[in-house]
């Protein structure tokens, strides 16, 4: 049994996100991600109106009779979660954690995704894989999906974005709809990454906190790996420290976005305390652009 509190957050994330998908998402979604494809169903006889491009030659002189090879598209899809659940998304300065922000990312998606009776799963890891919801569809499902994301209690502390990955391939042999959320403070995963995309439509959403790009308050302040438990105590009036920090950060931010470009694998850049349903219809629409040319 679930506590008042956290049926209430569910009950909220559901509405807004709704909300989200009837309105600013409706339609785009179906419009970006159109199933595997063309699938071969039957070959038959020719009937007045058929497309003539469609003869099958080697059946029809076989038989003698004109036959045709029939085709239906496969618009039902897997979309899977591979979300990270790691220390660091414990973090937050904007009122929301950046667990929480990636458990509202699940919901404006699942939504969209169960509204063209598509299937969506969820694998949370952090040093390893945690926990695993097979893909299923309607209301019910999509909810214990934001149900287990939310009252998630990490038993690894760690993040290992590359044992993840190896989970996925595991997993599914079929292509699927991938959206690897995390902070991505993480490295040597990149190369698997590389691989699991031309395999599976992946797509990676960054969700970070702006005190993870710039200093935001100043003095002595104390900062604290949430992950290692390691700490470090720093200046952050010192001008030499906020630039050094600063550009760290976006030097890392700048690597890994390059390292998305020559994967060839899209890129959702969340950021804690600004509109999030705004940059996924922006994702939306400009992937729908580039589908067009």
């Not at 045709?68 to 496969?74: A, F, L, T």
């Not at 149900?147 to 599914?172: C, H, M, Q, Y």
């Not at 599976?200 to 005190?211: K, T, Y």
């Not at 104390?222 to 009036?237: C, I, N, Q, R, Y």
């Amino acid at each position: 049994m679930i506590s008042r509190e956290l049926a209430a957050q569910i009950r909220r994330i559901q509405i807004r996100s709704r909300k989200a998908v009837n309105t600013v998402l409706a339609g785009e979604y179906t419009s970006v991600f159109r199933g595997r494809g063309i699938e071969f169903e039957e070959v038959r006889e020719y009937q007045p109106g058929d497309d003539i491009r469609s003869i099958d030659w080697n059946v029809t002189a076989r038989t003698g009779t004109l036959h045709i090879k029939r085709y239906v598209e496969e618009r039902e899809m897997i979309v899977i979660f591979l979300l990270d659940m790691s220390a660091s998304g414990a973090f937050g300065t904007t009122g929301k954690t950046k667990n929480e922000i990636a458990a509202e990312m699940c919901a404006l998606i699942a939504f969209s995704a169960i509204r063209n009776n598509d299937n969506v799963g969820l694998i949370a890891f952090t040093g390893q894989v945690e926990r695993y919801v097979p893909p299923g569809k309607g209301t019910r499902h999509v909810l214990r999906l934001i149900e287990e994301i939310l009252e998630f209690e990490p038993r690894n502390r760690s993040t290992s974005i590359a044992s993840a990955l190896d989970f996925l391939g595991k997993v599914f042999s079929k292509r699927a709809v991938v959206f690897l959320i995390s902070d991505f403070l993480d490295t040597g995963y990149e190369h698997k990454m590389k691989i699991m995309a031309r395999k599976h439509d992946l797509i990676a959403v960054q969700v970070r906190d702006p005190a993870e790009l710039e200093l935001i308050t100043r003095g002595l302040i104390t900062f604290k790996d949430m992950e290692s438990g390691h700490t470090l105590e720093v200046d952050a009036s010192s001008p030499v420290v906020r630039r050094f920090v600063r550009e760290q950060s976006q030097n890392r931010l700048e690597q890994f976005r390059k390292s998305c470009t020559a994967a060839g694998i899209d890129l959702i850049d969340i950021e804690a305390g600004k509109d999030h349903v705004e940059r996924i219809a922006a994702f939306f629409s400009s992937r729908e652009r580039r589908l067009r040319v």
